[in-house]
């Protein structure tokens, strides 16, 4: 059995389409399908599929609809359950599993620097896609959560496969799909920065700019929000070349993700930092890595443990800080795992212990 939600709703069997008659014995169908493998009770199915004010003859629809999905579908695959039903899919047979299973298989390979591996994995993954997801269903209560669900999903591995296109010096072909995808979702951080990272590498900093402050006026009038701090660090690109062009391409790499650009750049920075001479860049490299390991699940498992151990939150706080301080040497100073020649005050200012 073959089934597609990723897209106009098709179940298949044998390479043949079966045909679900009836809108409410669709929607029945689909909201087992939600709950896949699962005892999804005859409660639930009555206030998903009717509402909370379910007439006395719902509850015989849904019988009726059940019995005639068991005529259509596989033998065995729809059973009752007390207090309900299940429905049962391998996960092989069902299109947004394949899509989760691939998208993590790209962030995996991102993570680990195969580029090319990721960027192909990831396009596998969108090519499941067929539509808006559950698009017969795009009305209906029961289905909004997962549609909301799905498509920030979609949007993630869209993100990432940028990210591994950048990566491997593709730039200038992203600009014309980053535009218009920044025109779609107008306040989603991570398109910005990506835009303006390819600008920048395309040459165009004036451009990249211009990105920025579209973006601080479209929070600041639109929405009453601060200027994000996932885009805070792209003023460092306003200069042309100069000798802070070193720092502020680094910087503005790590903003988006990236590694510094070479290994003398992420000395350079690392230099930089150490000597405390540049206070633009290393506010803006902190407040980085604050915005992001404040969402880190190791971050928050480390400062739990801290906590039972009973430290004070000046201990706390001055742990925090020197993993913070880690995590920008590690990210910005040793580009592809390579280890950074030392240079002074490196061990006082920039190391910090593992997380334990």
């Known amino acids: ?41 005859s409660e639930q199915l009555l206030v ?35 207090p309900g039903y299940t429905l049962r899919v391998f996960p092989e047979e069902l299109d947004v599993k394949q899509f989760e299973q691939l998208v993590s298989d790209g962030r995996d390979a991102l993570a680990a620097g195969a580029a090319a591996q990721a960027a192909r994995t990831l396009r596998q993954a969108l090519m499941l896609w067929q539509g808006p997801a559950l698009a017969d269903f795009r009305y209906e209560p029961f289905a909004q ?45 991570r398109l910005r920065g990506q835009l303006m990272l390819a600008l920048y590498r395309d040459g165009r900093q004036t451009e990249a700019l211009e990105v920025y ?35 502020r391409e680094a910087s503005f790499a790590a903003l988006c993700g990236a590694s510094p650009v070479d290994a003398s750049s992420g000395k350079q920075l690392r230099h930089r930092l150490n000597r405390g001479g540049d206070r633009q860049a290393n506010s803006a490299l902190w407040t980085i890595a604050m915005t992001r390991l404040a969402h880190d699940p190791r971050t928050k498992a480390y400062l739990a443990r801290r906590t039972t151990e009973g430290k004070t939150s000046k201990e706390i706080i001055r742990c925090l ?35 334990t």
């Not at 379910?54 to 059973?79: E, T």
Request: with cysteine.
């Open 1 to 41: 059995m073959r089934v597609r939600i990723l897209g106009p709703f098709q179940l298949e069997e044998g390479g043949q389409r079966i045909t679900i008659g009836g809108v409410r014995q669709r929607a029945v169908l689909a909201g087992l399908l939600l709950h896949a493998n699962e005892v999804v009770p």
């Open 48 to 82: 998903e599929l009717w509402g909370a004010d379910a007439p006395p003859s719902a509850v015989n629809a849904l019988q009726a609809a059940i019995s005639r999905l068991r005529r259509v579908l596989p033998p065995g695959r729809l059973i009752t359950t007390d």
């Open 145 to 189: 959560a997962e549609i909301a669900r799905l498509e920030e999903l979609r949007l993630a591995c869209l993100e990432e496969r940028i990210e591994a296109d950048l990566a491997l010096g593709s730039a200038g072909a992203l600009i014309a799909q980053l535009w218009r995808l920044v025109g779609e979702y107008p306040v989603r951080e």
């Open 213 to 247: 402050r579209e973006f601080r006026s479209v929070l600041r009038e639109e929405l009453g929000l601060g200027v994000a701090t996932q885009v805070a660090a792209a003023l460092l690109v306003t200069a042309g070349d100069n000798p802070g062009r070193v720092r």
């Open 321 to 355: 800080k020197r993993y913070i301080a880690r995590e920008i040497y590690k990210a910005l100073c040793r580009p592809n795992g390579q280890e950074m020649p030392s240079t002074p005050h490196t061990k006082q200012d920039l190391s910090a212990p593992a997380l």
